[in-house]
């Protein structure tokens, strides 16, 4: 079955600074490819996905990058901000497995002030 | 206001006393679903339902139940509680199960068991 890695674990970025974390999956028809942000103490939201039929998405200061190849998807956040602090979840799901999402263990973002 | 409620938002119980964590949406969702989060594991599926009457196991069901008799409600129902069940509880719902659609979360339940 699939399975999501996620890394790193922890991320500490100097506020203003570019964060990137990273996400490989395993099941080469995967299809779907969401980000969640969970603030702490909060629940998981959307924040941008990507389907497997474009490369990149953006959306004002985050973009979502596919390689299909090499079975990976970035999240990008540039000019960084101590809102952007929180725990992010990648996650993937095909069309065919009732649409599951198969979730990545998620990343500490740390924006240091 | 659309929304995913639950209920109770926190609950200590004692081992072996049967509870149930209600989880209700008004967007009227076909797929609802409720994951468990526990500290370096992520979120992990216990139970999902793609319409009413129709449920199936996630990953880690053992433990737990859940039924969906109607479109709104998706409880979730622990008969024998443990203290490996001890954990943030998280139902979700989104839009129809036949695509890829945003997953609504609800605020969490944390419960304990001792």
């Known amino acids: 079955g699939e399975n999501v890695e996620q890394h790193p674990s922890t991320l500490s970025v100097q506020e203003g600074d570019s964060a990137v974390i990273k996400c490989t999956y395993s099941d080469s028809a995967s299809n779907y490819f969401p980000w969640y942000k969970q603030e702490l103490g909060k629940r998981p939201q959307l924040i941008i996905d990507?389907?497997?039929n474009v490369g990149e998405k953006k959306d004002q200061r985050i973009a979502v990058t596919l390689n299909k190849t090499a079975k990976h998807f970035s999240l990008h956040i540039t000019e960084t901000q101590p809102e952007d602090s929180a725990v992010y979840f990648c996650?993937?799901?095909?069309?065919?497995?009732?649409?599951?999402?198969?979730w990545g263990a998620g990343t500490k973002l740390i924006i240091k002030p | 206001e659309a929304q995913v409620t639950q209920n109770p938002r926190y609950l200590i119980t004692v081992t072996g006393k049967k509870l149930t964590v209600t989880c209700s949406q008004n967007?009227?969702?076909?797929?609802m679903s409720w994951y468990r989060q526990d500290p370096g594991l992520g979120l992990r599926q216990i139970y999902y339902s793609m319409n009413v009457e129709v449920t199936d196991k996630g990953d880690v069901p053992e433990g737990y139940k859940v039924s969906r008799k109607e479109k709104r409600n998706f409880p979730l129902i622990l008969e024998s509680p443990s203290p490996n069940q001890t954990s943030l509880y998280f139902c979700?719902?989104?839009?129809?199960?036949?695509?890829?659609?945003?997953?609504?979360f609800g605020p969490g339940t944390r419960l304990t068991v001792t």
């Open positions: 990507i389907r497997s």
């Open positions: 979700a719902s989104s839009l129809a199960s036949t695509s890829h659609y945003e997953q609504y």
């Open positions: 996650a993937a799901s095909r069309w065919d497995s009732n649409y599951q999402l198969i």
């Open positions: 967007m009227n969702h076909e797929y």
